[in-house]
């Protein structure tokens, strides 16, 4: 009876070990696919930033460039709702969201300096919106980073955590395995003494 529980509770060990195992590659992948998510929303922020500025310095030399309107139309879009073509997810932060807010509601009124540009509207306006756009921008960024960062922080640590419940587990069970064997070995030896002095009682007897 002993060696059957002996047996049963090793069993036990070994499966929460296992378990444990399983769940550590199961929020590995999903860490690895949080923070992949994250860098494309610190990438298509900076896309934001940068391809504005482009679009700006085209507009003013007259040339028009409407595929890059819709384009950054798109990301911002994508930023907010977190779907669309771009495969980007909503960031759950609150100070980025609400800069995109900002960051939208400046992009709606560059729009319209562009238009007013195009229909012959001074240059100096737009200059100017194009300033305070890449400010809120530069902004966008940054706290698309810093969430970023604090995320890559927090998987760390849970992954550390994780692997080392994993490690204390994995030396939890070798050493009640080499504690089982010992213990096998003397219940063996016992039965053995017992078995050898039942037969010499026997002889005497």
Do not use: C, P
Not at 21 to 32: C, M
Not at 167 to 185: D, H, N, P, S, W
């Amino acid at each position: 009876n002993k060696m059957r529980k002996m047996k049963i509770q090793q069993k036990w060990m070994i499966a929460m070990v296992l378990v444990t195992f399983v769940g550590v590659g199961i929020f590995s992948f999903y860490i690895i696919k949080n923070l992949q998510g994250n860098a494309r929303i610190v990438n298509y922020s900076g896309i934001v930033r940068g391809a504005t500025q482009k679009l700006v310095k085209e507009e003013m030399y007259g040339k028009e460039n409407d595929d890059l309107i819709e384009r950054l139309d798109g990301i911002l879009y994508d930023l907010q709702n977190g779907d669309g073509e771009n495969q980007l997810e909503k960031m759950s932060d609150e100070q980025f969201s609400l800069l995109l807010e900002q960051v939208q509601r400046s992009w709606e009124e560059l729009k319209k300096e562009i238009l007013h540009v195009r229909e012959g509207g001074g240059l100096e306006s737009l200059f100017l919106q194009s300033e305070d756009y890449f400010n809120l921008a530069d902004k966008l960024v940054s706290a698309a980073e810093i969430y970023s960062e604090k995320q890559a922080r927090h998987a760390r640590f849970w992954l550390m955590s994780l692997y080392f419940i994993l490690i204390v587990l994995v030396a939890v069970t070798a050493i009640y395995g080499i504690r089982q064997k010992k213990m096998r070995e003397e219940l063996l030896q016992a039965e053995a003494a017992s078995k050898e002095k039942g037969s010499f009682l026997a002889r005497m007897s």
